[in-house]
């Protein structure tokens, strides 16, 4: 059922953040996303009632226990670190433009 759920939630956004409100660095995650203006769904697994169901399904799904967990265009992308990386690799910005996330601005 949890993973079901997560499944759902991956497939409802273009990037979907797993996170927990007093997580310092899926605060850093949503705050990247959010300084970029890409469109990102949250989901507090600590305001879930479900929450440790969906945390444990993801651990099984994607290898990943740890939040953030972040998925774009369905694929998971990993944690803090692995979003962090890819921005400093200059490859977030493509993928949030390629997921719909990001709109083109105006000057590109």
Not at 5 to 12: G, H, P, R, W, Y
Not at 22 to 50: I, M, N, Q, W
Not at 77 to 103: F, Q, R, W, Y
Request: glycine share 8%.
């Amino acid at each position: 059922m949890a993973l079901e759920k997560a499944k759902e939630v991956v497939s409802s956004a273009e990037v979907v953040v797993f996170s927990k409100t007093y997580c310092p660095f899926c605060t850093r995650v949503k705050d990247l996303f959010s300084k970029l203006g890409a469109k990102h769904k949250v989901v507090e697994l600590d305001k879930e009632s479900d929450g440790s169901e969906i945390q444990s399904a993801l651990a099984a799904w994607t290898g990943q226990r740890t939040v953030p967990n972040v998925f774009i265009s369905g694929k998971h992308i990993g944690g803090c670190d692995n979003v962090m990386e890819k921005h400093n690799e200059g490859k977030l910005v493509p993928l949030l433009t390629e997921s719909g996330a990001l709109a083109l601005s105006a000057s590109s």
